[in-house]
């Protein structure tokens, strides 16, 4: 099992939908989650930090469930601008602090 | 306040050449990361730097690939010799965090190189 898995996507949902993305992990001793948003041939950017039980930006919404070992990735009303691939990300706690990235749920909202 | 710096954006070699990237990360950062981007993929950690020590460089092919971060500062990440596998995206990112620290884990990516082996 992979130590991060998302949704493959890819997403097409109209203008003003609410999409919902998901995020396992594997490592319970997992610390510290986040929400990266990279658009197509750009870096990935910083979309949401999550962590405690869940956390919300506007139209955004990210929710952590410890016991299941997953976290959510809510956008509601999308625009045409929420298109790209949101990437999750989890930091657990060894020797040092070790992140790994998700494989990405990509986006595309249609006008 | 800079962002991380990566250079060159581009570069074009055939297999079995050699080639280097740099990255300058955002000055104070403590952490460097050096990440494996190909297409239609999330990134994959090659090597984690704290000052200017590796902290992982499990998933580095070292057999090709070196990287080093002298003065704990500024990296460099080199390919010898290159195969055409190596065609991705490499992503150079930094964060305040130190080990043991529960925040300043966001990451800050630099624009990346984009790497074609022919």
């Known amino acids: 099992r992979k130590e991060v898995e998302q949704d493959p996507g890819p997403f097409n949902v109209p203008e003003g939908a609410t999409v919902a993305f998901n995020c396992t992990y594997s490592n319970s001793a997992s610390q510290s989650f986040f929400w990266y948003r990279q658009d197509c041939r750009k870096e990935p950017k910083l979309l949401m930090s999550?962590?405690?039980s869940g956390n919300e930006d506007g139209r955004f919404t990210a929710q952590l469930n410890r016991a299941s070992q997953y976290i959510s990735l809510l956008i509601r009303d999308s625009k045409l601008s929420d298109s790209a691939t949101y990437l999750c990300?989890?930091?657990?706690?060894?020797?040092?602090?070790?992140?790994?990235f998700g494989p990405g749920t990509s986006l595309s909202v249609i006008p | 306040e800079a962002g991380v710096a990566q250079s060159p954006r581009y570069k074009i070699i055939e297999k079995r050449q050699s080639v280097a990237f740099w990255c300058n990360p955002i000055?104070?950062?403590?952490?460097l990361y050096w990440y494996q981007q190909i297409l239609g993929q999330g990134p994959k950690l090659l090597i984690q730097?704290?000052?200017?020590?590796?902290?992982?460089d499990s998933q580095l092919p070292k057999d090709r690939f070196s990287a080093e971060r002298l003065k704990g500062v500024d990296s460099t990440l080199k390919i010898q010799p290159a195969k055409l596998e190596d065609s991705a995206v490499y992503l150079c990112a930094s964060s305040l965090a130190l080990a043991g620290a529960t925040r300043n884990h966001e990451q800050f990516f630099g624009p990346g190189t984009r790497l074609t082996v022919l």
């Open positions: 999550v962590y405690s």
């Open positions: 990300v989890v930091n657990m706690k060894t020797s040092y602090d070790k992140v790994i």
């Open positions: 730097f704290q000052n200017n020590g590796v902290v992982d």
């Open positions: 000055s104070g950062h403590a952490t």
